[in-house]
Nanobody, 115 residues
Framework: QVQLVESGGGLVQPGGSLRLSCAAS????????MGWYRQAPGKQRELVAR???????NYADSVKGRFTISRDNAKNTVYLQMNSLKPEDTAVYYC?????????WGQGTQVIVSS
């Protein structure tokens, strides 16, 4: 079994910054991809940023230049640095891990961007 523990969400004003963390533990196996998705009220879950294969990175167009994904392989942890936050970034952010081609999800962390 794999566990994903997220942290770092909260309330921030427009233009502010937050850093999300996701630590994976358990029987992780071979990691195929790891990253972040988000789901806003009334919308489908969407990719925000992820690592895939050995060194590939995807970003959603809406966050390019503002968000940065990074990782600590020794700790099986990924981070999402979110800068210049906008109200439309408000969502529940979910950590995703694909290990041995099986997807795992964290419980989600709420990010609210509002003045």
């Amino acid at each position: 079994q794999v566990q994903l523990v997220e942290s770092g969400g909260g309330l921030v004003q427009p233009g502010g910054s937050l850093r999300l963390s996701c630590a994976a533990s358990g029987n992780i196996g071979r990691i195929n991809a790891m990253g972040w998705y988000r789901q806003a009220p009334g919308k489908q879950r969407e990719l925000v940023a992820r690592f895939f294969s050995s060194d590939g990175i995807n970003y959603a167009d809406s966050v390019k230049g503002r968000f940065t994904i990074s990782r600590d392989n020794a700790k099986n942890t990924v981070y999402l640095q979110m800068n210049s936050l906008k109200p439309e970034d408000t969502a529940v952010y979910y950590c995703n891990l694909v290990s041995d081609w099986r997807p795992y999800w964290g419980q989600g962390t709420q990010v609210i961007v509002s003045s």
